[in-house]
T-cell receptor, first 113, second 116 residues
C-alpha cells in the first residue's frame, strides 16, 4: 500500500532562513503528490501539487517542491521563510486506486522573528 | 464559492456516550471524505463516498463508527460508543469527482472531539 514519510517532526528557523522539508513516498508507479499547509486555527490548504510534467512545481506563497523519481522524494522548499509561515506541513500522495489522499505525519515549522 | 462546512467545531463527551458530526461539502462535489486526525499525526482516511455510495470504508472501525450520505449531499459521521482513543479532529473534505482527486481536495475546518 502507498505510504508517505516525513522525516522532520519539528523544524525551527529564524526569519529569512531557507527551508527544506523532506517527504518520501513508497509507490514506484505513477504518482500524484501534494503538499498541504495548516496555519494555526485554520483548515488544511493546498500549497502545491504534482502529477506530471516539470518535476519542479511552484505553489503559493513562494513555496516550491521538486519531484525526484529516483529518490522517491518530493521535498518542499522556500528560499526565505517568514514568521507567517509558521504552520504544520503535510505531504500527501494519491492512493493506488487514485481515489483518495494518504497523508504523512506532518512537520511543524516554527519561524522566529 | 462556499467552502466545506462542518459542525460542531468542538465537542466534549464522556466515554461510552455517542456523538455525531455533520458535513456539507462544496456544492456540486460528488466525492466526500471523512478523515481522523489524532494529535501529532497526519489525517487518516476513515470513509469515502461517491454521491450516496461508499467507495472505501476499509479503515472505518465499524463496530463503533458509522457514516451516511443519504441524498448524496451532506453527510453525518457517528461514533457510538466513544472511547478515549477517539479523541481527535474529524475532518471532512470534498472533491469535484473521483477522476478529479489528482487536483487535490478542499477541507473543512474540522470538529475537535475530546472524550473524557
Amino acid at each position: 500500500a502507498q505510504s508517505v514519510s516525513q522525516h522532520n517532526h519539528h523544524v525551527i528557523l529564524s526569519e529569512a532562513a531557507s527551508l527544506e522539508l523532506g517527504c518520501n513516498y513508497s509507490y514506484g508507479g505513477t504518482v500524484n503528490l501534494f503538499w498541504y499547509v495548516q496555519y494555526p486555527g485554520q483548515h488544511l490548504q493546498l500549497l502545491l501539487k504534482y502529477f506530471s510534467g516539470d518535476p519542479l512545481v511552484k505553489g503559493i506563497k513562494g513555496f516550491e517542491a521538486e519531484f525526484i523519481k529516483s529518490k522517491f522524494s518530493f521535498n518542499l522548499r522556500k528560499p526565505s521563510v517568514q514568521w507567517s509561515d509558521t504552520a504544520e506541513y503535510f505531504c500527501a500522495v494519491i492512493n493506488q486506486a487514485g481515489t483518495a489522499l494518504i497523508f504523512g505525519k506532518g512537520t511543524t515549522l516554527s519561524v522566529s522573528s | 464559492e462556499a467552502g466545506v462546512a462542518q459542525s460542531p467545531r468542538y465537542k466534549i463527551i464522556e466515554k461510552r456516550q455517542s456523538v455525531a458530526f455533520w458535513c456539507n461539502p462544496i456544492s456540486g462535489h460528488a466525492t466526500l471524505y471523512w478523515y481522523q486526525q489524532i494529535l501529532g499525526q497526519g489525517p487518516k482516511l476513515l470513509i469515502q463516498f461517491q454521491n450516496n455510495g461508499v467507495v472505501d470504508d476499509s479503515q472505518l472501525p465499524k463496530d463503533r463508527f458509522s457514516a451516511e450520505r443519504l441524498k448524496g449531499v451532506d453527510s453525518t459521521l457517528k461514533i457510538q460508543p466513544a472511547k478515549l482513543e477517539d479523541s481527535a479532529v474529524y475532518l471532512c473534505a470534498s472533491s469535484l469527482d473521483l477522476d478529479r482527486v489528482n487536483y487535490g481536495y478542499t477541507f473543512g475546518s474540522g470538529t475537535r472531539l475530546t472524550v473524557v
